[in-house]
Structure formats: C-alpha cells, structure tokens
C-alpha cells in the first residue's frame, strides 16, 4: 500500500521538483548574466581610472614645472624691480643711467609679459579639480560594482551551502581557517588504540582552534630581500616545534595551513573563520565564474534528469492505455 501511495503521488513530486529546478534554473542564469555585466562594467572603470590616473599624473608634473619657473620669474622680476628704483634713485643726474634704467624697465616689462603663464597655470589648477570630481565618481561607481560582485558571491555561498549534501561537488564551500580532525586522528592512531585515538584526536583539534583563533599567537616573521618584505611563518616558533615533535609533520601542516588561510583572507587581527568557494579539483580558490557556470550545469542536468522522467512517465500512461 505505501508503494501505491509513493506511485501515486510520484506525479506531484514530479512537478514540484521541477518547478523548484526551474527556480534555480532562473535565479543563477540571471545571477550569471549580472556577473557579467558587472564584470565588464568593472572592467570598463577600471580602465578609465588608469587613464584618468596617467592624465592626472601628468596635469600634476606640469603644475609643479610651471609653478616652479613661475616662482623663479617673480624673484627675477622683484629682482629687477629692486634695481630699477635704485638706479632711479642714483643715476638721475647721470646720462648713462637713463640708459640704464630704460633697459632695466625694458627687461621688467618682457618678464610681467609672464602673467599670462599664471592666468595658464590657474586653468590647469581648475582642470584638475574637475578631473578629480571624476575620478571620485569612478571610484564611486567602481565601489558600488564591488558591493553587487560581493552580493553576488554571498548568494552563491548561501547556495552551496544548501547544496552541501547533494553528493560529490567539483565546487563546493571550504572553511578558511578551519582545522581538518583527520591529521590529528591518523596522528593518534599511530599512539593509542581506535576508540582511544578518536577520543584525543577531537580533543587536540578543539585545542589547536582555539590556539590558531588567539590574536596573541601571531609565529610569523617578516623576511627582507632588497626593497621587498614577505611575511612567512616562523619555524622557530616553540609551539610550532613542540606540536611538530608530538604529534608529527602532518599535524604541524594543517596548523600552519589555518594561519596561512587566514592571512590570506586577511583575518589575521581577528581570526575570524571565513566561507570561500572552493575548487576541490585544483584545490584552490573558485572564482565566481566558475561557480555560477557548475550551477548552472547542476541545474541542467537536474532539468534533463526531470525531462526524461517526465517523458518515461507519459509513455507508461499511453501504454496503459
């Protein structure tokens, strides 16, 4: 009787699985199609931005050359000033100092023809600043395709979150920061016996966590080469050592692969844990084009699983019939 009923209402379950396929199918296509058009648009700010950032760069060398010989030409021109009125003062009487001073004041006047070098400079000035309302607007509009990209990436994580039980995934969510018990269990079952090891193996996961989530725990040094400094982890470290010389290099690693996961996710300050997509496969980070595209072949399959078992059920009928 309970197989008739699960027949009977096979249909039903048909059709609400393939309206929630159809759902999904719609929401990550759309998802897709604002990914890109965002990536594109992002793509397109930014290079805008470095035009705007080479014009900038030369508006401000040109600002600072002209500004310097500007200065230098008002000094000449205080300069000549100064000896115009000393040479109106003295040589009144001199005939040679009318000479003179006509060719002090020739020269003073060619070098106030300069002020329109200032009028020039001023203009610039005022490019500038329009062209600086630009780029803040730039980078405004680049901020706002970050925030949706962002969105974007937290509505696929919610997703494969939900998906997390469906089988074997190529992209699946991965817990940066996190430590694996199964260093720590193969660890203890070459020292204690299954039950005993299972025991202790869940233990010194619970304790190392809480170590790698401590702030005040920070084995990392700072190596210089040249002009360049890399922060990398410090093998002298003494907790680093002893948990090395318990429990074994496997052991060591999955530690020092939850600090290096949380500085690269940049939560080093507050060792907070961190949901990424993840590529098991290649064993790295996913980006979001290839999560967008592996739901949406999920989501294929799944309708083409649907359509065959809808197919399947309509020639049982006509052969009933």
Not at 14 to 23: D, H, I, K, R, T
């Amino acid at each position: 009787m309970a197989e008739t009923r699960d027949i009977v209402n096979l249909p039903t379950r048909l059709v609400v699985l393939e309206s929630a396929v159809c759902s999904k199918m719609n929401f990550h296509k759309n998802a897709f199609h604002d990914y890109v058009d965002i990536q594109n648009a992002v793509q397109s700010v930014i290079e805008e931005m470095g035009k705007i950032q080479q014009e900038h760069d030369a508006s401000i060398a040109a600002k600072e050359e002209l500004a310097k010989k500007i200065e230098e030409q008002a000094a000449e021109i205080a300069s000549l000033k100064k000896k115009l009125k000393e040479s109106e003062a003295s040589d009144t009487m001199q005939p040679q100092g009318t000479v003179q001073t006509r060719s002090i004041q020739k020269e003073a006047r060619q070098f106030e023809g300069h002020a329109g070098e200032v009028a020039e400079a001023q203009e610039i000035m005022e490019d500038m600043f329009g062209m600086n309302n630009v780029e803040q607007g730039l980078r405004t509009e680049l901020g706002d395709a970050r925030k949706e990209i962002m969105d974007i990436q937290s509505k696929l994580i919610k997703g494969f979150l939900d998906m997390s039980g469906a089988g074997r995934q190529n992209i699946t969510i991965k817990y940066m920061g996190q430590l694996n018990e199964r260093p720590f269990l193969l660890a203890c079952l070459e020292k204690l016996p299954r039950r005993e090891a299972e025991v202790e193996a869940s233990r010194l996961c619970r304790f190392w966590q809480a170590q790698l989530m401590n702030p005040e725990w920070n084995p990392f040094k700072t190596d210089t080469v040249g002009c360049f400094s890399e922060e990398t982890m410090d093998d002298d470290d003494e907790m680093l050592q002893g948990l090395r010389a318990a429990w074994g290099e496997e052991v060591y690693e999955a530690l020092v692969n939850g600090f290096l996961e949380l500085r690269d996710c940049g939560r080093l300050s507050d060792r907070a844990i961190v949901p990424v997509l993840w590529n098991v496969k290649e064993e790295r980070k996913a980006a979001l084009s290839e999560a967008v595209e592996y739901v949406c072949s999920q989501a294929k399959s799944l309708s083409e699983a649907n359509g065959r078992a809808s197919h399947g059920k309509r020639g049982r009928r006509g052969g009933r019939t």
